[in-house]
């Protein structure tokens, strides 16, 4: 069974830095692209990140420059590196997995994990 378990989140003041885990079990993350989405009380779920299965990335403009998407196919688990964080970065953060080749331009991932909290807060 495809499970995907986020980790990593907590509070943190303005200007930290956290990093986020997404770990995959019941499949090999290799073939798959990972996203990371986040969602805000009162707002909608936001793509945050991407990584295909060949590597390459891609990352709303929100958080291009602060935030750096990896994969360690040996491990079976993406990061999320989050660094500057401010206040408008509050959200639950979510993974996502798809084998689809193009699904990190359309964004319409099949298997979700359960999501981590992230606070940023003085």
């Known amino acids: 069974q495809l499970q995907l378990v986020e980790s990593g989140g907590g509070l943190v003041q303005p200007g930290g830095s956290l990093r986020l885990s997404c770990a995959a079990s019941?499949?090999?993350?290799?073939?798959?692209?990972i996203g990371w989405f986040r969602q805000a009380p009162g707002k909608e779920r936001e793509g945050v990140s991407c990584?295909?299965?060949?590597?390459?990335?891609k990352y709303a403009d929100s958080v291009k420059g602060r935030f750096t998407i990896s994969r360690d196919n040996a491990r079976n688990t993406v990061y999320l590196q989050m660094n500057s964080l401010t206040p408008e970065d509050t959200a639950v953060y979510y993974c996502?997995?798809?084998?689809?080749?193009?699904?990190?331009?359309?964004?319409?991932?099949?298997?979700w994990g359960q999501g981590t909290q992230v606070t940023v807060s003085s």
């Open positions: 996502a997995a798809d084998v689809r080749p193009y699904v990190c331009v359309d964004l319409q991932f099949g298997s």
């Open positions: 019941g499949f090999t993350l290799d073939y798959y692209s």
């Open positions: 990584i295909s299965s060949s590597g390459s990335t």
